[in-house]
């Protein structure tokens, strides 16, 4: 599949990718390198991944990332209880012929934690990687074997390879610098906010009724927005949250009641300040532009 | 940006590609040698004919955040575009030179207003005797001025001392030491601790028919603390600069996520820059950096830049940030206490460090700094080595 396959593709899926990104994606799974995204939240970086998991039309492996995440929680775990009741009643038999070393600790004892679960599947599966930045740092080097190799060593068990090599997605909202090992081994892309045209494509996509004269409203005030001092910028999540309230409420166009639309703000600002920013005058002024 | 080599001789497009990662290399890209293999390798995957997917699969492969991200843009014209020309803008621009030639006969075509609007690609091509003359002046006001930074390179030099040096390098290490850690009365699990933990120790010793067999302990956890420094280098700050500098790259030194920004009128983030080895060489890379601008001071417009771009990324609960400045600002002060409320909300300690409050009979009459100290964790003197030195013992109360 070239790179406007799967633009055309993802596009038929509801997502619209702008082309360096369909090109990461391409050279990505060619490469059969993960993909490391960044850019700010609400973008649809994990969307992307929910999308390619359809495209594909494959698993998807989730993998929440949060302060103090290690590597029972993320790769495996022995089933201890289990292990004890089989002692327990190998204990009864008396039957020496069977080691009981090897038995509790084999495959059947193993708690696949997502990772693990990843390299384990028949088709490859997408696994997402979400939010990796809020992770701790000692938590990427667990990553590095896993994504550069495709398998992970288990001392009591030896190594498991990957059956099938998963399309692996990892995304970041830059909330601290992540290490140079982890992005080197990664196909880059940081996602930007889109372009008006970008944007307006997507909002026909998702929310097909509202008309494009309205819609074309609605991501001109949301491009005039960003371009405002606030503190927490809106991204395309909500822009379709808006859009889908003032639909809702009925508006055909903006200029019709401008006190509905700065009640419907709500949607777009999401900090105290920032609703203070935008006064009713300010929101009566972005309409217009 | 350091120029392309040209080539006269056409080579293969693998050679090409090499040239193409030394090109980046000297321009700050850190390419490793997997990363040109992965590029030779995506070669297979794209259409070579055509340059924008050639680009935007040599961008996904070779950057690896976004500084680079952004900035291999640039490098790639300049490398595979033959200087960032392009066929049609050249043209248009050859046009309209025309028509400024013919409408203002009298007047060179680089007045300063137009020199603006015309790119720099294109301006090399169209030089004629009167912006050969002014360049020429231009590059002897260059000389000059890297004469003058010479000097003042040999100046700071005698200004920092092996001795003084390893002074500030001794208290840097206490007070790195002294924020290591943020202090937490929450327990947590962990095999040496100090305290039982009763609650695990009964719930394990089911397994042992209620045999406490193996005891769990607790203990306080050490959370990593991460240091933030602003330091002012307006004209006023001068004469303490260096000092600060050598001690902000001392913290970089032991603590590695240490991040440092600079100001006067505007911010800049040299934590990369400070990464150097080589202590003196490092202030002297940053002190030429920031020769280049003086004037006024604007702390509210710089922390505004700081919390808009940056402490989103690097400020939380964990962090200390400390301003280093005299608090003089050309600037409004009401932006200043608006901004340091914003830097509060993440939840961060902050610390003025004020070379002015050693002075006797100080108090802090500059507006920016009477702002301030409602939203400060600690402030306190630093015009002394002394009193770096001393900051150890407030900065663990923090």
């Known amino acids: 599949m070239q790179w406007n396959e799967i633009k055309t593709s993802l596009y038929d899926l509801d997502y619209i990718a702008s082309e360096e990104l369909a090109m990461s994606i391409h050279i990505a799974i060619n490469l059969e390198r993960p993909l490391l995204l960044e850019g700010e939240a609400g973008i649809g970086k994990t969307a992307l991944a929910l999308t390619l998991s359809k495209l594909y039309k494959t698993s998807l492996i989730r993998l929440q990332c949060y302060e103090g995440l290690d590597a029972s929680s993320t790769i495996y775990e022995w089933n201890y209880q289990k292990q004890l009741l089989s002692i327990r009643l190998n204990e009864n038999k008396n039957d020496n012929n069977v080691k009981i070393d090897d038995q509790i600790f084999s495959r059947e004892f193993l708690l696949e934690r997502p990772l693990l679960k990843a390299l384990t599947q028949k088709k490859s599966p997408i696994l997402l990687i979400d939010e990796i930045d809020r992770a701790d740092e000692e938590f990427e080097a667990y990553l590095l074997e896993i994504l550069s190799e495709y398998q992970v060593s288990i001392p009591e068990y030896g190594t498991i390879k990957a059956l099938s090599k998963p399309i692996v997605i990892i995304t970041s909202n830059n909330t601290r610098d992540l290490s140079d090992a982890l992005r080197r081994r990664c196909i880059y892309n940081y996602v930007y906010y889109p372009k008006k045209e970008l944007e307006l494509e997507i909002l026909q996509k998702k929310l097909p009724n509202i008309d494009l004269e309205l819609s074309m409203q609605i991501v001109n005030f949301v491009q005039n927005l960003r371009v405002q001092d606030i503190e927490k910028k809106p991204g395309i999540a909500e822009t379709l949250d808006w859009a889908a309230a003032i639909s809702g409420l009925g508006l055909k166009d903006l200029s019709d009641n401008y006190k509905v639309l700065h009640s419907t703000l709500v949607c777009l600002l999401k900090t105290e300040a920032d609703k203070a920013i935008i006064s009713p005058e300010t929101a009566k002024k972005l309409a217009k532009i | ?398």
């Open chain 2, 1 to 398: 940006m350091l120029k392309p080599t040209k080539f006269l001789v056409r080579s293969s497009i693998k050679s090409r590609l090499l040239d193409f990662t030394h090109h980046m290399y000297a321009n700050g890209f850190n390419i490793t040698f997997d990363q040109v293999f992965q590029s030779l390798r995506g070669l297979k995957h794209i259409d070579l004919s055509n340059i924008n997917d050639w680009k935007s699969a040599l961008r996904s492969i070779c950057c690896y955040n976004f500084q680079t991200y952004e900035n291999f843009d640039e490098l790639f014209d300049s490398f595979w575009r033959n200087d960032g020309r392009k066929k049609t803008s050249l043209e248009r621009k050859k046009n309209d030179l025309n028509k400024n030639n013919k409408n203002k006969n009298t007047k060179s075509i680089l007045s300063p207003i137009e020199g603006e609007t015309l790119s720099n690609e294109a301006s090399n091509d169209f030089l004629n005797e009167d912006n050969e003359a002014e360049i020429s002046n231009e590059t002897k006001s260059k000389i000059t001025a890297s004469y003058i930074e010479n000097n003042r390179k040999t100046d700071l030099k005698e200004l920092i001392d092996n001795d003084l040096q390893q002074r500030i390098h001794a208290a840097v290490l206490r007070i790195a030491k002294s924020i290591k850690h943020k202090r937490s009365r929450r327990l947590l699990a962990k095999k040496k601790g100090e305290k039982l933990d009763l609650r695990k120790i009964v719930s394990k010793s089911l397994a042992y028919e209620g045999y406490p067999l193996k005891l769990y302990k607790k203990s306080k956890p050490k959370k990593p603390m991460r240091i933030v420094t602003i330091l002012d280098i307006s004209g006023s700050m001068k004469i303490y600069s260096q000092i600060f500098l050598t001690f902000v790259k001392g913290l970089v030194g032991i603590n590695q996520s240490t991040e440092v920004y600079l100001f006067h009128t505007r911010l800049m983030r040299v934590t990369d820059y400070l990464k150097e080895n080589d202590t003196l060489k490092a202030v002297n890379r940053i002190s030429m950096l920031t020769e280049g601008f003086s004037g006024g001071t604007k702390i509210g417009k710089s922390l505004k830049e700081f919390n808009n771009v940056y402490s989103r990324n690097f400020v939380n609960g964990k962090t200390v940030v400390i301003i280093i400045s005299d608090g003089y600002d050309t600037g409004s002060s009401k932006i200043v206490a608006e901004e340091l409320e914003k830097l509060k909300k993440r939840n961060c300690k902050i610390v003025w460090l004020n070379p002015l409050l050693g002075w006797e009979n100080y108090a802090p009459v500059a507006s920016s700094m009477k702002a301030a100290s409602k939203y400060l964790d600690l402030f306190a003197p630093c015009n002394t080595l002394e009193h770096l030195e001393n900051l150890e013992k407030e900065l663990i109360e923090i």
